[in-house]
T-cell receptor, first 113, second 115 residues
Framework: NAGVTQTPKFRVLKTGQSMTLLCAQD?????MYWYRQDPGMGLRLIHY???????AKGEVPDGYNVSRLKKQNFLLGLESAAPSQTSVYFC????????????FGQGTRLTVV | AQSVAQPEDQVNVAEGNPLTVKCTYS??????LFWYVQYPNRGLQFLLK??????LVKGSYGFEAEFNKSQTSFHLKKPSALVSDSALYFC?????????????FGKGTKLSVKP
């Protein structure tokens, strides 16, 4: 059982380049999230989705876009990367909004130079 | 606004000694509370959660957490620390009335257990 899978695991971008991070979950979860983790700041929510075809902004959405065309996939896009987007990105999914825990992917370490 | 505070950036413990990692929260009503652990270069792993009922919750790897509503705290504990417990620990809260369903995380506490 793979759980939550993120690709790629590492990436180096030049300022202004674009890329897409892919998150796939095989647990039939409705809710999916993208977080970024920065030293001393914990995890901050970028965007989230409460079901296929839906997306919404989180705490730090600027510079990112997302899409949830299929229930199992949640894509995070950077249209024009900036050094401030250097971070570790985590995707997570959960069954719902209640007491169920969220499951996390292994993370994507992105460096923008 | 909902928030989670982990007042200690780092906790140092000798192997075999008890450990406590502190967490306080600010959420109206009765929140759901979680602890996660992150080992180096890995994702977050779920340890335990509090929903309702008994204030002492037991979780994975011998960890437990004590919920205290009057102090709005949810401290993580373990009676006897292992070197392998060294990791980054995150406390998180979810407002059961919210529609987002997302977890709000503290900034994390690095636990270092020395032999």
């Amino acid at each position: 059982n793979a759980g939550v899978t993120q690709t790629p695991k590492f990436r180096v971008l030049k300022t202004g380049q674009s890329m897409t991070l892919l998150c796939a979950q095989d647990m039939n979860h409705e809710y999916m999230y993208w977080y970024r983790q920065d030293p001393g700041m914990g995890l901050r929510l970028i965007h989230y989705s409460v079901g296929e075809g839906t997306t919404a902004k989180g705490e730090v959405p600027d510079g990112y876009n997302v899409s949830r065309l299929k229930k199992q996939n949640f894509l995070l896009g950077l249209e024009s990367a900036a050094p401030s987007q250097t971070s570790v990105y985590f995707c997570a999914s959960s069954y719902g909004q209640g007491a169920t825990e969220a499951f996390f992917g292994q993370g994507t370490r992105l460096t923008v130079v | 606004a909902q928030s989670v505070a982990q007042p200690e950036d780092q906790v140092n413990v000798a192997e075999g000694n008890p450990l406590t990692v502190k967490c306080t929260y600010s959420v109206s009503g009765n929140p759901y509370l979680f602890w996660y652990v992150q080992y180096p270069n890995r994702g977050l792993q779920f340890l335990l959660k509090y929903i309702t009922g008994d204030n002492l919750v037991k979780g994975s790897y011998g960890f437990e957490a004590e919920f205290n509503k009057s102090q709005t705290s949810f401290h993580l504990k373990k009676p006897s620390a292992l070197v392998s417990d060294s990791a980054l620990y995150f406390c998180a809260v979810r407002d059961p009335r919210g529609s987002q369903g997302n977890l709000i995380f503290g900034k994390g506490t690095k636990l270092s257990v020395k032999p």
